[in-house]
């Protein structure tokens, strides 16, 4: 028979504290639980192990016991059995999970080194714990968060059906309530988390709120100004030019940028942001004779 170190078997080290050696446990308890692990028969040895290492490294006085006898357990029980046959049966009311298998079931190890524990000595009581949170990643399209929808993903098996709110951006995440791993004993569900990548599918830059864009204007237009036909992920709209527009200048149009991310509680996202025109100036090319000599002029005139 083999001494079991049940440090090595929570994952801490032998100066960890109770709440260090609490967490240790819920984590693996949480994983190795017979419910989530159904006919894997490794996992549900390693769940006995965690339970076997817990009962003792829990309770201040099995594992004073444990650490000062360490591998020389073989004695330990001649010098303790006086003592112990007069102390209450540790164990009781301690926190461990409650699994498919026989109350009681230790190593020999265990039972050579503190005992029985049956007929009454270890009481299990059925803890719940909240389910483990998935994460997931979902990619769209720009134009596909520019409008409040709806989308249906398989989790676990089972078709969910999301709204996924106007605005969101590139690297958000969103918690979708309930739809993580079950609970345990009968505990919560955990939540579901969604991780956004927003790939730009548009000739838009998107800031924040705001989209930014370059407009090829033509030269006689900068100069005489007119009116102009462009783009915005609503639509066309028409767009006055300024007489004398100079290369590089901007324009802003209220409204007509993305759509602001819904604040709490309002159910979709009722503002946008603007819409930010650069012009670019495009001088002609393959000028007629005719139009080289109007230049001309007009460089004369200019010159004057």
Do not use: C
């Amino acid at each position: 028979m083999e001494f079991i170190d049940y440090y090595k078997i929570l994952g801490v080290n032998k100066n960890a504290t109770q709440e260090d050696i609490k967490k240790a446990y819920r984590k693996l308890a949480r994983k190795l639980h017979p419910d989530l692990n159904p006919n894997d028969k490794e996992a549900h040895k390693k769940f006995q192990q965690i339970n076997e290492a817990n009962e003792v490294l829990s309770d201040p006085e099995k594992r004073k016991k444990y650490d000062q006898y360490g591998k020389d357990w073989q004695h330990a029980e001649q010098f303790e059995q006086a003592r112990q046959s007069q102390q209450q049966p540790h164990g009781f009311g301690r926190e461990t999970f409650s699994g498919d298998f026989e109350e009681g079931e230790f190593s020999d190890f265990f039972t050579s080194m503190f005992g029985n524990m049956g007929g009454g000595g270890f009481r299990q009581r059925q803890t719940k714990f909240r389910g483990e949170d998935y994460h997931a990643e979902l990619q769209l399209n720009l134009t596909d968060v520019y409008k409040t929808h709806q989308q249906v993903l398989t989790v676990n098996n089972k078709n969910i059906r999301i709204t996924i709110p106007a605005g969101v951006e590139n690297g958000q995440r969103i918690k979708i309530k309930g739809h993580g791993g079950p609970g345990i004993n009968g505990g919560p569900n955990g939540d579901l988390y969604i991780t956004f990548h927003i790939i730009n599918n548009t000739k838009f830059r998107r800031d924040g709120n705001d989209l930014h864009t370059t407009v090829d204007l033509d030269l006689y237009t900068a100069v005489l100004g007119g009116e102009i036909i462009i783009d915005t992920l609503d639509g066309k709209v028409k767009l006055k030019v300024k007489p004398e527009t100079q290369n590089g200048t901007k324009i802003k149009l209220k409204g007509k940028g993305f759509p602001v991310y819904k604040k709490e509680g309002e159910p979709i996202a009722i503002d946008f942001g603007d819409l930010v025109i650069t012009f670019q100036i495009k001088i002609p090319t393959n000028l007629t004779e005719k139009q080289k000599e109007l230049f001309e002029q007009i460089s004369k005139l200019s010159s004057k």
